[in-house]
């Protein structure tokens, strides 16, 4: 079994800042790509950052230079940064992992975490 726990969200004012974790844990052979996405009810979850086992990483268009992704291997934990908070960053945010188990990799999911910008 593998679990995606995430934890971090909450309420930030507009200009705030929160962070973002996303914990692996289980019987894990290896971690491939890493992603942070929102959904806002009625819309498509979206992208919002990625990064690699190797450390490549990209960025939505809306959130550059605002949000930072990062991982730590050796934990296997993924962080997302997020500054200079907007209202329309408000939305569930979920973690995703594509992970190897058994010689056969798959996307993994965790159960999302809230995130509201409100003054």
């Known amino acids: 079994q593998v679990q995606l726990v995430e934890s971090g969200g909450g309420l930030a004012q507009p200009g705030g800042s929160l962070r973002l974790s996303c914990a692996a844990s289980g019987s894990i052979w290896k971690i491939n790509d890493m992603g942070w996405y929102r959904q806002a009810p009625g819309n498509q979850r979206e992208l919002v950052a990625s990064i690699s086992s190797g450390g490549k990483i990209n960025y939505a268009d809306s959130v550059k230079g605002r949000f930072t992704i990062s991982r730590d291997n050796a934990k296997n934990t993924m962080y997302l940064q997020m500054n200079s908070l907007k209202p329309e960053d408000t939305t569930v945010y979920y973690c995703?992992?594509?992970?190897?188990?058994?010689?056969?990799?798959?996307?993994?999911w965790g159960q999302g975490t809230q995130v509201t910008v409100s003054s």
């Open positions: 995703c992992a594509d992970i190897v188990r058994s010689m056969i990799e798959s996307r993994y």
